[in-house]
Every structure is written in C-alpha cells, then in structure tokens.
C-alpha cells in the first residue's frame, strides 16, 4: 500500500497542469439542508443545463428513498430505478446496468469525475464508492452525458458526498448519520459524517462508514435448472465410475438451497476534507481510504471434472485451491474548485480533480493468485456562460490517466496506460415554448502495452442535437439525435489468459476499430401537481460494436470468452408515471408504476443474433401513503423470462418479487431524523438477474427483513 503522501503530491501536479474536472453544484442546490427529494429535480452535474431535459434523462435517488433502496454496491442499490439493472457478480461487486449497457459504456462518478478504480474491466470487480457515504445519486442517459466521455455511450451514475464542503453549516456544525441491519446476509452497516465550521470561511469535514455481512441466503434453489441439470449428469458418471461420495456429493449440490457460498464481505471507509468557501468562490480538498474483502462465488462441479485414468490424487490436488476472494484497497485525494467571475460573458470558472491509488489482490484459498494495480488521475476544467437572452452554456477541457498491471499466473492483460484527451462544448437556447441545445466533443486517446510493444491512437468527435416544446403547461416533448464514436479499452484490446475470479479465459484483440453509433431519443413527459409522466424511447445503430462472448471453446479448463467487433442496433423505452388518488385521513394515496426494456442485436453473418446478458421486460408498480410522520409503501416488481439469448448462454426465468416499508418520522415538523423498516422478497421467490455472468450459481438475496435509521442534523 503506498502512502497517502503519493497520493498527495501527485494530485497536486495534476492540478497545476488543470487536469481537473468542474462539476460542482448550482447555488439553488447547495443552500438546502434537505437531503429528501420534492419536485422537480435539480441537475447539480451539469449546472448550466436547468434540468437536461433536451438531451438528457434523469433519475434522482436521496434521503428516505435513498436510506430505504441502499446496499453495498452501488448497483445493485439502483434497480428499483427506470432503465437500471445490474451486473451482481457477487454482494461484493455489483455495477449498474443502463438500457442494458455496462463495463466501459457506463461511468460511474464521483462529483463528476470517475471513480479511478478497476471496476469496469472485469464484473467481479467492486465500485470503490460506499452508498452508505452518498447524500445523493443521480443516474444519467441520453447523449449529454457524452459531456463526462465517451465511455458514458450507455449513461452514467454520479454520486455525491459532502466530503469536500460546499457550504458553511448555518449552526456551526452539521451530522449526517446512517446504520442498519438486514436479515438475508446478517448485514450489520453504519455511516456517518461531520462537517465544522472552523471559522466564517473554512469547513472541515470527517466521515466514515463499517459493513459486514455473512454468506447470502437466496430464495429457491441455489443453482439454475440448467447446472443442476450438469451437476446431477456429473453424478450419474461418478456413480459408473463407482465414486459413490463425489456423486452423493453432487446431487446434495444440486439440491442446494438457502445460503450462497463465499458471499460473505466486509468493507470500511474513512475520509477527511477542507474547504475555503466566501463570496468570490470556493476551493477544497479531500483524502479518503476504501478497502474491501468479499468472496466471490464459483461455478460448481468444475473441481469434480477429470479425464478418463485420472487418479484420485490428482482430483483431490485439482480441489485443494480453496475459495476465491478479493482484498482491495484504494487511497483517493481530491480537489474542487470554483471562482466566480460575475456578469460578463463567463458565470463560473470550475475546476475538478483526483487522483488515486488502487490494489487489490485474488487470492485463491490462502494463497496469492493475482494482484491487480491502478494509478490513475482525471481533471476537468470548465467555464460556464451566464445567461444572454436564453442562450447560456459552458465549455471545457478534460484528461485522464491510467496505469494499469496485473501481476500474477493469471494476468489476464498485460500493463498498459491510457491517457486521454477532451475538449467538449453544450450550449442552450430558450425561445418561448420552444428549447434548443447542442454538444459537441472532440477525444484523443492513447492505449499501450509496452510489454506487448502495441500502441494504438484513436481521434474521435462526438456530438448531439436536440430540441424540445412546451406542448401546455406541465408538459413537453423533446427528440434528440446524437453521433457517439469510443476508443476500444485496454481489457478490450490487449486481454489473453486466465481469469480465476469470472472462470473465463479471455481473450482480447489488438487489431480492434474505433466503435460508433447513431442514436436518436423521444420522450413526453407531464409534470403537474397530482401526476408527472415520462415516456422515453430510444435506438442506437452501431458500426463496429465491440462485445465479448462465449465462443464454445475451452482453454486451461477454462470456457473461451473473446471480444468481437460486429454492427449492432441497441433500442428500447423506459416509463415512469405516479399520480395522487385520494386524501384519506391525512394521508396522500400516490399510485405509482416503473418499466423498461431493452433489445440488442448484432448483425451480419446471416441472421441477427442476440447481445449476451441484456436484462428483460421489467414493470415494478407501488401503492404508497404519504403522512406528515409516516410514509408506508408496498411494491410489486415483475420482471420477464430471458429467452432472447446468445450463443452458449442460458435463458433466465422471470420473477416476482412483492416489497413492503414504512418509514417513520419521529420528530414533528422536520424529516431530519427517519426509522425505517423494509421486507423484500416477502414470498421468499428464486430471483436472477440476466445481466449477471454468474446468474446461474448466485440468484438474488431471499426473503429480507431490513431496519435503518437516517438522521441529519
């Protein structure tokens, strides 16, 4: 582990050279308290787009809806959310999946800028940011979030904490606190954060958060029916070759219900920051710790595969490696800055940096596998336009630094390093009912391997159109269409050998071609005081659409996943709707309904085939009460059978799942302190998600009982 002074220093230079990403939150946002949602939204990533209703899509989760949905990974805290699912490798690392996307066409940010750990290259990899640490997540799609890189094609998630201040507390001091505790996977977790105001100008700001969970327990069956299928054919074999106890063994496997083996984690953080905050800007820094241990789940009956004359010693030597986990630990420093610059053509100056230093090593039982390394910084520097007549805007630059390793017998990539550059522009334009933008970005990007003696260089220009009208008051309808070119990645490019944590051997191209799409977006939404309404349909054409998948072949015992480069069409919708009903006995009755559904295919070679692990149909609707002391909701959530799938993949049953809370304000007239008490999954059904690479042997947490307690003061 190096020392935080690394960290340090380094951030230091990469301000200097204004590597530094400015999103910062817009004054109306950072005067509230108020950490519960009301009303509309305010889009604090991109301040000088009001509410990126033109070219973007947003979904806002804080406070009590926020405390109720939270779990480990950010991920899987997002799918109650339109248009999300999620990777859930394991409870330990779970990525968000947006209209199907995932890997390296979804960002997941930190105030702005990434999250600097190694998440998106492979599923088993966690997010390096706790929820239990986020006072609010915003989840982004649509062309403008091509303004955060073109790895944000599929969308992004930004998620903001208060550790860098963004205002002096009014009484001096202010807490945020969160802690609970979950049945399914005895998961006992806190947070908790304290800014002080050291003087009129400076805020200092502490936080912390502890979780710890045992093995998961599932509903249903462990295993899907296909690998029990495989689990109880590997038995009948062992039962004729007169191997009594591995076949008595096996089928017990299949039978397997209740607790998913090696699901168990343990994770802490720990963070401090400073802030210079008056009347011509403000400017603060941070230093944060993350580290990690969980298990990660492996596919069954492998250890009990061997060739015909295999002896026993041999088998039992195959079966001795013990169970994989992952120990991961990331030291972050980080710098935000903004000066105001009055009423001339330019608002704000902002300026946005981090830098960090990220480690985590795949052990195999008690031994070393393979230790993953990651130094990287990314910085953003923007200026924002004031308003002229309903033109306002704003324009900056952006770069990014990777160095990357893997060390060990299963290197799966080589080390390489990606440096990156950006200059992108949004500009909008009011007139009346009728609204204008536009954004335009133009990448350079330089992808290494210099063990490999390979460098590749790809220029890219990305840009959007859209326009909206105010058909009546409340509602508008809005179209966008957008061209969106991304450099393949260095896992894309470079990848070739074994990967014990996803039991895959994969395999990379070097020769791979920039990847571009088409998109066009619709959408009519109707906001009023007793019902808001989202419909949004989108289609993607993609040339040259990089994926990986399963070619059927195996090497070192391992199934052969390799990346292709085909045209591909991307299209889908997603819904939103909730009304008032009725006013009975000081409660609001407020009906409300979620869908989504996304469709992949690739083209060429004869018939269209289907993009791996795109999540079905999903319509999740909710009867909710509103009082002014007690909220009590209750949810019922189907999703589809997955039976549009690729090549040597499993078709996945669909579920139900049927939710209840309520959350209780003990305090009279303030919503700053919160109990809550949530059952999921009441009927204790088997659930999987598709877009998981390990859906088959890790379904979704059973039957759950969760409390938490929120309090902000």
């Known amino acids: 582990m190096r020392s935080l002074r690394t960290a340090a220093s380094s951030l230091a230079i990469a301000f200097v050279v204004l590597a530094a990403p400015a999103v910062a939150q817009d004054r109306s946002s950072a005067g509230s308290d108020d950490d519960v949602h009301t009303g509309d939204p305010i889009i604090v990533t991109a301040p000088y787009v009001r509410s990126l209703d033109i070219l973007g899509n947003v979904s806002v989760l804080e406070g009590d809806e926020l405390a109720r949905d939270i779990r480990g990974q950010i991920g899987d805290t997002l799918t109650r959310q339109p248009g999300v699912s999620a990777t859930s490798f394991a409870p330990g690392a779970s990525r968000p999946v947006l209209r199907g996307f995932s890997g390296e066409r979804v960002r997941v940010l930190t105030d702005g800028i990434g999250s600097i750990d190694v998440s998106n290259t492979s599923a088993d990899h966690a997010v390096t940011i706790d929820p239990l640490t986020v006072e609010r997540i915003e989840i982004l799609r649509g062309p403008a979030v091509l303004l955060f890189g073109s790895q944000a094609i599929g969308g992004a998630v930004n998620m903001f904490d208060r550790r860098i201040p963004r205002k002096v507390p009014a009484d001096h001091v202010h807490i945020d606190a969160i802690g609970g505790y979950a049945t399914a996977a005895d998961d006992g977790n806190a947070g908790a954060s304290i800014d002080v105001a050291l003087s009129p100008q400076i805020v200092a700001h502490v936080d912390g958060s502890w979780r710890k969970t045992g093995d998961v327990r599932s509903g249903g069956f462990v295993y899907a029916p296909s690998l029990r299928g495989e689990l109880l054919d590997l038995a009948a074999e062992e039962a004729e070759e007169g191997h009594a106890d591995e076949a008595a063994e096996l089928t017990a496997q299949a039978g397997s219900r209740g607790k998913v083996e090696n699901t168990a984690s343990e994770t802490w953080t720990a963070g401090a920051g400073l802030s210079l905050i008056n009347d011509g800007g403000q400017l603060g820094i941070s230093v944060s710790y993350y580290d990690s241990n969980y298990g990660v789940p492996s596919r069954p009956g492998t250890e009990h595969h061997h060739e015909e004359g295999e002896d026993e010693g041999a088998e039992e030597e195959h079966g001795e490696e013990g169970p994989v986990t992952i120990g991961l630990q990331q030291w972050r420093a980080d710098v935000r800055g903004e000066v105001e610059l009055g009423d001339g053509f330019f608002d704000k100056l902002r300026v946005r ?361």
Do not use: C
């Not at 490019?493 to 998109?519: C, D, M, Y």
């Not at 989202?534 to 998948?549: E, P, Q, R, V």
């Not at 045209?567 to 869908?595: H, K, P």
């Open 353 to 713: 940096a981090g830098f960090a230093d990220y480690q985590h090593t795949e052990f195999e039982g008690d031994e070393v596998g393979t230790i993953f390394t990651n130094q990287g910084v990314e910085g953003r520097l923007e200026l924002a336009q004031n308003d002229r007549g309903g033109w306002r805007g704003a324009s900056g630059v952006q770069y990014s630094h990777r160095d990357f390793d893997a060390v060990g017998a299963e290197a799966f990539v080589p080390r390489n390093l990606t440096d990156q550059f950006a200059v992108f522009t949004l500009q909008e334009f009011e007139a009346g009912p009728l609204g204008l933008e536009a954004a335009a970005r133009f990448e350079t990007t330089d992808v290494r391997a210099p063990a490999l003696g390979i460098e590749r260089n790809f220029n890219s220009f990305s840009g959007a159109l859209g326009a909206t009208y105010d058909l009546f008051e409340g509602a508008k309808f809005g179209v966008s269409v957008a061209r969106a070119v991304r450099a393949p990645s260095a896992e894309e490019l470079f990848s070739n050998g074994p990967h014990i944590a996803t039991q895959s051997f994969e395999v990379g191209n070097p020769n791979l071609k920039r990847e571009a799409s088409w998109g066009a977006e619709a959408s009519f939404k109707v906001r009023t005081d007793g019902f808001n309404l989202a419909l949004t349909g989108y289609s993607n054409w993609f040339d040259d659409f990089i994926y990986s998948a399963a070619t059927g072949a195996e090497q070192d015992e391992l199934p052969v996943f390799q990346y292709f480069q085909r045209d591909a069409r991307v299209w889908g919708f997603e819904a939103e709707a909730s009304a008032r009903l009725a006013q009975i006995a000081g409660f609001n009755i407020i009906g409300d309904v979620v869908a989504d559904m996304t469709r992949a295919t690739i083209k060429g070679g004869g018939a269209d085939r289907n993009v791996p692990r795109i999540p079905a149909l999903r319509v999740l609707g909710g009867l909710e009460a509103q009082g002014e002391r007690i909220d009590a909701r209750a949810e019922v959530e189907w999703t589809d059978d997955q039976t549009r799938v690729a090549a040597f993949e499993t078709p996945t049953k669909g579920f139900t799942l049927v939710n209840a809370s309520v959350t209780w304000r003990p305090l009279p007239d303030t919503k700053n302190l919160s109990l809550s008490l949530a059952a999921n999954n009441i009927f204790d059904v088997e659930a999987r998600r598709h877009a998981s690479f390990t859906k088959d042997y890790v379904p979704l947490a059973g039957r759950d009982f969760r409390i938490t307690a929120r309090a902000s003061f």
